[in-house]
């Protein structure tokens, strides 16, 4: 495994509690995640994301499997984390210490304390100002910029962000999403983002991948992901029930309202109007729509077990 | 290590209400009482007797006498509760602030470990020897005041031997404090919390101070005579022991059935450091296994 592979999960699974109380919170995870990536790590609440990154930085240990980061065991070979920063979960500092000390304690634990480095994260996350009050006063959203810069303490070439723009107002969201974005292009920096936010995903990283009940359900490039299914043909037509009848023949069509959604590629249109008017059918509208990346993980996140990777150098595998 | 050092210094010296309330009491406390009795002694002949009444008239004693609360028994049975308390939620804190999780690798953890220890007992004997010269200094001044007796007088005979008595207190009181901070980083590793390491810690320490009482109960109830020497292994019975020998030059022989245990001054420091060893140790290793899932 060489320096381009900054992230490789192996068969990495956690259980917690024993006998019947045991939670499977993440089950044989196998990830590759090349370095220069923004890869995306999307789930729905308690889907095992958090659980991932804790394993990923050794916060807690796998009760089978591996997490390696730049090639390096990370259980074995600790110290591999100090080209790794990470904001795990929501970022927890001393309530009682002001911006600029808590910083000092996280960069002297670390041991690579150096005072001119906190100013310029201070200035650089848009806390300069506020960097003398105690932080127990500070918002839900000041605390994760500071906690982005505690991160960024060690110039990590790494990182791990685990819901990074949790609290934060629109306003704030965007200009965490760009900042992540600097991060990749202009440091060079690899960044592991979890979140929930589809929409974040899709506007800021290369690759993704989906879990769900502690399970990888899907894993590739975005934009393949979205294409992978075929962008929807919606049919609206009356009568209904006939126009139903008709194109079941040929295709699968879920109904949405007044929506008909033919399970066609958008080539084949001509063909379903086709259809519907040699069977006398009114057709009012047909429309093209894209897959967003909500709807996709929807459908990925109630299918099941599927682990599917596309773009990517694993074959399917369907369970 | 000086950067995780100064790291924890800045953690819990910049905690002010954890210092105030368990540590800084201690010296503003006695700094208040002494001003208070001071003035009192203003009102009338009774009350220019009260420095008299709180004082041992000597500020050799006066100043010693501040570290018995975390060394001897029955005084280290309650004197120990503040100390700590104040390394229970040094030690417990962390996991109810959610701030372990910030620390990576985890081989970091078991220095992170010995520089809290450090830095808490460091904290707790500054406040023990700012007290003891508040005490000392204070006295002084009233009984000066009043003029009331308050000796011995000042010579470099009294200064040497008052320097190696406080020196050997110190030592013994550092021992107390290290096991203390073995008791409160257990406790705290075990329940995850600061309750829990409170209530943990204070349990560990009444064993040790109630030792010889609890061993005698149980050699009377199971008849078995040999019990009451397992005293001699306890940390409260060693730093006893070392007391003994700094300032009798002899073992301390308790006079109860079955204790028949003479150990030397070596023997009590190799006891003492097993026990701070075993349990700081212990503490590091479960840290050093635990999942770290807040």
Redesign the interface.
Known sequence: MSEKTAIRLENLSKTFGRGEKAVQAVVNLNLEIQTGQIFGFLGPNGAGKTTTIRLLVDLIRPTKGAAFIYGQDVRRNPGVLRRVGALVEDATFYGYLNGRDNLEVLARTAGNYRPKRIEALLEQVGLAGEANRRVSSYSTGMKQRLGIAGALLGDPELMILDEPTNGLDPGGRQEMRAFIRGLAKQAGVTVFLSSHLLHEVEQVCDRVAIINHGKIVREGVVSDLLAEGQAQLRVQASPQESALQVLQETWEVPIDGEWLIVSAPPEEGHLVVARLVTNDIHVHQVIVRKRTLEEYFIDATQEGVITKSIGGNKEDTHV | MF??L??EW??TA????LTSFLIWILPVGFASLIIIFTIMGYVSETMRQIPSAFSTGLWTSDMLGIWAVVISFPGNLFGRMMPLAFMAVGFAGEYQ???W????????RPL?IASKLVVLITIVMLSLVLTSLIVGVGWSVSHHIHDLPYGPEWSGEVLVEFLKLYAQTMLIGLFSLMILGGFAALSAMVTRSILGGLLLGFFFSVIDAMSLGALLFLRNLLQVPALTNLYQYTPTYNMDNLRHWFIHGSANTIVVPGFTAVLGMGDSFAILIMWVIGLVGLAIIIFQ?Q???S
């Open positions: 950067s995780l100064r790291a800045i953690k910049k905690n002010h209400l602030w959610g701030t999780k910030n620390i990576l690798p985890r081989n970091r992170l296994r999942d770290i899932t």
